[in-house]
Nanobody, 126 residues
Framework: VQLQASGGGLVQAGASLRLSCVVSGRATNSYVWGWFRQAPGKEREFAAAISGGGGSAYYADSVEGRFTISRDISKNTVYLQMNSLESEDTAVYYC????????????????????WGQGTEVTVSS
């Protein structure tokens, strides 16, 4: 399974961006899909995830209400729509996929994601 993320860029605070993650290879509907991000000088953190069937979405508190994760099975693509961007959203964003580990917080555990894209950089100027 290979993941290719794109859509990052430099925007002003309040603007919107949509990240895309194209999936190739033998991905199954049992996989879950997530977006993580790593700000300069900080550890990578969970941002959003979507279940294999697309019926459930999960968000970090910091992005809840502003970001929306979705997937288009026909295009083998997972999206992260980011609205009302803030300078704190500046980070490299990584898409990921895999089979979820056990536990209520599986969606934000990196161990649920065996496959990772290369990252796309988002910079929000204030």
């Amino acid at each position: 399974v290979q993941l290719q993320a794109s859509g990052g860029g430099l925007v002003q605070a309040g603007a919107s961006l949509r990240l895309s993650c194209v999936v190739s290879g033998r991905a199954t509907n049992s996989y879950v899909w997530g977006w993580f991000r790593q700000a300069p000088g900080k550890e990578r953190e969970f941002a959003a995830a979507i279940s294999g069937g697309g019926g459930s979405a999960y968000y970090a508190d910091s992005v809840e209400g502003r970001f929306t994760i979705s997937r288009d099975i026909s295009k083998n693509t997972v999206y992260l729509q980011m609205n009302s961007l803030e300078s704190e959203d500046t980070a490299v964003y990584y898409c990921a996929a895999g089979r979820p580990v056990l536990g209520r917080t599986w969606y934000k555990q990196e161990s649920s994601y065996a496959y990772w894209g290369q990252g796309t950089e988002v910079t929000v100027s204030s």
